[in-house]
């Protein structure tokens, strides 16, 4: 088509409020008015062979139309759509003919979209911020909010007007008269755009004449209806960047739609416009209804009697404020005035789960997917898994073969990056045959499976290669301590051996005890949950059993270097994970090793004091320390001869509130005297400087511990026991009945019921 395109202001153009209701029931009548041969939408036309999946029966909005660069999955954009979106309501206007009326996307190619995306990206930073046509219009109307000036004008119309397309011929005259005012509005971009849907409207003017629908922005309207020429348009479509894509449906949520996203345009109520356009009568009751409802399930006492005083609050609202019905603004108020008794707690319930939602949509089984993606969706049904969009905790019992296996597929895609689920810690319980986890999907998950699809077509396929990969490319041994930790977690026992050979060969070059001592503790808990899933780690036991020996011979000199008081805090915290960590190696020979490893520790002179108490401590805990040794030691640590810095340390190493060391003072009051004693022969310009670690150590001590010390001392030497007598509450000697009662619940805490 040569010349100016002088037909353009025949066809139909009905610009929208991209996911407005009152856009949507407007789109419904005028094509249900003028019946046109055809529908052009503003999307992307790489959807066009996607549209048939719209009318079929598992297609349930709230969706988005998802286009991703092939080489590169995560290169991503949506368009989403909800039941009340007036692309979709047309889309399924021109589906639900008795002649189908043909339906395509008319908007600039996603090819080229997501080509140029990191351009457009820094030109958008830096550009001018893009005007908002609503809040002119509504600063115009004498309106403070954009969002109250819509609903009055196009939401809350009701009935059914006279003319359906009057509304569209004021709103597209308003958007020319901004136009000539502001220009694009700071986005070059959207003039490619429309050139691209102008020649569209040309090959449909060709095909159909003027008797078709154009559903688009209406911003857009006037650059549509502009006489323009096609060689015009074709110059600013030329050399624009191009990429392969691949497109699909997702589901999509409300809550997603209520940010801004998609075609730039986030509201705020997606729950409560999906109401307004489902609702054919008494909105406001009803919604209030819902409300009700809603507050029930939470305990709150709300009878019909709210219900009907709420619609009458909203309702005078709307009077004093000239409005032609309540909106959601009077609605709210009435809410929190009449059922929720003035409180904002209630209130913002009503907000998260109704005003916003947690509707999830669905797509047909025929949708085009990746091969990981059909591996997942049959895996989440195989376990009765759903994605849902609403948080919730699932408890797994990991002695269970299905919760068992729930937890492998949660494992396996967090190794893949797509975290559907989040571990928390346990209620009640430290048992590793339990696990608890934060479920929520995420519409963008869609993008992050068919990322991971290229290292596989299922999922532990995928989660094992991609686990491979990142051994292989890990520059330091706590990177694959931690992969393989997760690998047993994820019952990837084909993984391993990558694992094993990149964390053998980093553990061989790593001569730094801290980070040895640091990659332990994982290493440890692989081996104990690998026994609790019944996964082969005898490799990494081996290499487990190797790097403790590795530490046993390097931390004894490691800790005696001179070390600042920074770095002896925290190879104390490497000595505690150490210690936790070969309490769970199922060997004596490491444990054996360790003990001596720590009777040095607690005994040289040249460690700092706040790891030669803890070393003490941990023997003395493990039994492995008499206590007439132990005195011994906190005598020497705390004498006279030793400087206060140093003896300050020892008591936080042996007594801080993390090793329960408050207690074990209360019950043995000679370690108590000893303390005592050194503080209060503690110079005075000594024991400023000390303060600070003191308050530190027992200011952690929970009130009844401290209570109790602070009688103890208050009382004196001469009030506490005499030498060789039970503590307060303690018998002389053991008494065998009463310890075997309580064995049976022992046993339960330990292991669990029988079987």
Do not use: N
């Not at 026992?493 to 332990?520: E, T, Y």
């Amino acid at each position: 088509m040569s010349g100016p395109a002088a037909g353009l202001r025949g066809p139909l153009l009905l610009g929208v409020r991209h996911h407005g209701p009152g856009s949507a029931r407007a789109v419904r009548a005028a094509l249900d008015a003028a019946r046109p041969a055809a529908v052009l939408i503003e999307g992307p036309p790489e959807g066009d062979a996607l549209l048939p999946l719209a009318a079929d029966p598992g297609m349930r909005p709230p969706v988005a139309l998802l286009a991703h660069a092939a080489d590169d999955p995560g290169r991503a954009a949506f368009w989403p759509l909800a039941a009340f979106s007036p692309e979709w309501v047309a889309i399924r206007w021109a589906q639900q003919q008795d002649e189908p009326v043909p339906v395509r996307f008319i908007d600039l190619p996603a090819a080229h979209t997501l080509a140029e995306r990191a351009e457009r990206a820094e030109q958008d930073a830096a550009g001018p911020v893009r005007v908002d046509p609503l809040a002119v219009l509504a600063e115009t109307a004498g309106y403070d909010d954009p969002e109250r000036w819509w609903e009055d004008v196009v939401e809350h119309r009701g009935g059914a007007p006279a003319d359906p397309l009057a509304a569209f011929e004021a709103l597209g005259e308003a958007m020319a008269a901004l136009r000539e005012t502001y220009g694009d509005g700071g986005h070059p971009r959207d003039a490619v755009r429309e050139a691209h849907m102008r020649r569209c409207m040309r090959a449909a003017r060709r095909e159909f004449g003027d008797g078709y629908a154009v559903v688009c922005g209406a911003w857009h309207v006037p650059a549509l209806r502009a006489r323009t020429t096609a060689a015009a348009d074709r110059a600013l479509l030329t050399g624009l960047p191009k990429a392969r894509v691949e497109t699909t449906w997702v589901p999509w949520t409300h809550r997603r739609l209520a940010r801004a996203g998609g075609y730039g345009a986030g509201i705020t109520s997606p729950g409560w416009y999906a109401h307004v356009f489902a609702a054919r009568d008494r909105p406001v009751e009803r919604w209030l209804t819902r409300v009700a409802g809603l507050l029930r399930e939470e305990d709150r006492h709300v009878s019909p009697a709210h219900v009907i005083e709420a619609v009458r609050l909203a309702g005078t609202l709307a009077a004093v404020r000239g409005r032609p019905v309540a909106g959601l603004t009077e609605t709210l108020e009435a809410v929190r005035a009449v059922m929720c008794d003035g409180s904002d707690v209630p209130l913002a319930l009503v907000e998260d789960r109704l005003v916003v939602g947690d509707v999830l949509g669905e797509v047909p089984d025929g949708t085009p997917v990746v091969p990981l993606q059909k591996d997942l969706t049959r895996r989440q049904r195989s376990l009765r898994l759903k994605a849902e969009a609403q948080e919730r905790e699932v408890e797994l019992d990991l002695r269970k073969d299905t919760d068992a296996a729930r937890s492998l597929l949660l494992h396996r895609l967090r190794l893949l990056g797509i975290d559907w689920g989040t571990p928390v810690a346990p209620r009640g319980g430290t048992g590793t045959f339990r696990e608890t986890w934060r479920l929520r999907w995420e519409p963008e998950l869609s993008v992050r499976v068919a990322e991971a699809g290229i290292w596989g077509t299922t999922v532990v396929a995928a989660a094992t290669a991609k686990a491979e990969a990142d051994a292989a490319g890990a520059a330091e041994l706590g990177e694959v301590t931690a992969l393989a930790e997760r690998c047993l977690l994820a019952g990837l026992s084909g993984a391993l051996p990558a694992v094993l050979r990149a964390l053998a060969d980093l553990a061989a070059l790593d001569a730094d005890v801290a980070r040895l001592a640091k990659a332990l503790p994982a290493l440890a808990r692989s081996l104990r949950y690998g026994d609790v899933r019944g996964t082969d780690a005898s490799a990494l036991r081996t290499v487990a059993g190797g790097l403790a020996e590795r530490i046993c011979v390097a931390l004894p000199p490691a800790c005696a270097a001179g070390l600042d008081a920074d770095a002896a805090g925290e190879m104390r915290g490497h000595v505690d994970g150490v210690h936790g960590a070969v309490g769970l190696l199922d060997e004596d020979g490491p444990r054996e090793r360790w003990a001596a490893v720590l009777g040095v520790l607690a005994r040289r002179d040249t460690v700092p004091g706040v790891i030669r108490g803890r070393a003490a401590r941990l023997l003395l805990d493990d039994g492995r320390l008499p206590a007439e040794e132990t005195a011994r030691l906190m005598g020497l640590a705390l004498s006279p001869a030793a400087a206060p810095a140093d003896a300050a340390g020892w008591i936080e190493g042996f007594a801080g509130a993390a090793s329960g060391g408050g207690t074990l003072l209360v019950h043995d009051e000679r370690l108590l005297g000893l303390v005592d004693a050194w503080l209060t022969g503690v110079p005075e310009g000594a024991f400023i400087d000390v303060l600070p670690l003191l308050r530190r150590t027992f200011g952690a001590y929970e009130a009844g511990v401290k209570r109790s010390l602070g009688e103890l001392v208050r009382r004196g030497p001469s009030a506490r026991r005499a030498p060789g007598a039970a503590p307060a509450g303690f018998a002389p000697a053991l008494d065998p009945a009463r310890a075997d009662a309580v064995l049976p619940v022992v046993r339960l805490l330990l292991a669990g019921p029988a079987g």
